[in-house]
């Protein structure tokens, strides 16, 4: 049992770089990379395309659903390598290892968040050029996240923008840092939970 457990856990772990690899390679549109590339898709994209069909993962410009596909991919393995080193796996270390899961992924996308909002600020105080399309794309990344934050806490818009963005830069630092606790403090209730 130990060498199917070992065995499944390898082959995900393998499935997950040829995930990674379809994405990365994805940023390179127009490049044909030839039939190794067709096996790829035809290999990842049957799996990627069942977390595609959420639109609640996706939006026009960016798409968060591989990122999920990879976080539920990242949760079987951790699963299948706690069941092959303890022989068996409790309720409280499965819903851990969930938490850790989701844990990860809005860890990523509140980071991915204050990166772009970090580099709007910068853009503003050393006056880049927002007309290109670098810069167009993270606007439109920032700008619905600055209004939702700053609708949250200055509805009457009594900041200037440079306050906007550093308040939303504040903001999104500090929910992470609260959920970050959060999911310290569950796990370490889920482990000791007798389940």
């Given at each position: 049992m130990q060498y199917l457990l070992t065995a499944l856990s390898s082959v995900i772990?393998?499935?997950?770089i040829l995930i990674v690899i379809r994405i990365l390679l994805t940023w390179f549109s127009g490049v044909d990379f030839g039939k190794p590339y067709m096996f790829l898709c035809s290999v990842c994209d049957p799996y990627l395309n069942w977390f595609r069909r959420f639109r609640i993962f996706r939006n026009s410009v960016l798409d968060?659903?591989?990122?999920?596909?990879?976080?539920v991919l990242g949760l079987v393995r951790r699963l299948l390598t706690a069941w092959n080193h303890s022989g068996r796996i409790s309720l409280g270390i499965a819903l851990a290892m969930?938490?850790?899961?989701?844990w990860s992924v809005l860890s990523w996308v509140l980071g991915f968040l204050i990166i772009v909002l970090i580099l709007r600020l910068f853009a503003y105080l050393f006056n880049a050029n927002i007309y290109s399309p670098f810069w167009r794309l993270i606007d439109f990344i920032a700008q619905p996240v600055l209004y939702r934050i700053n609708r949250i806490f200055f509805p009457l818009r009594i900041l200037n923008y440079?306050?906007?963005i550093i308040l939303a830069?504040?903001?999104l630092l500090f929910i992470t840092a609260l959920l970050w606790a959060v999911v310290v403090f569950g796990r370490f209730l889920l482990q000791a939970l007798p389940l």
């Open positions: 772990s393998v499935y997950m968060f659903s591989p990122l999920i596909a990879l976080a969930l938490l850790t899961a989701v440079l306050g906007r830069i504040g903001a």
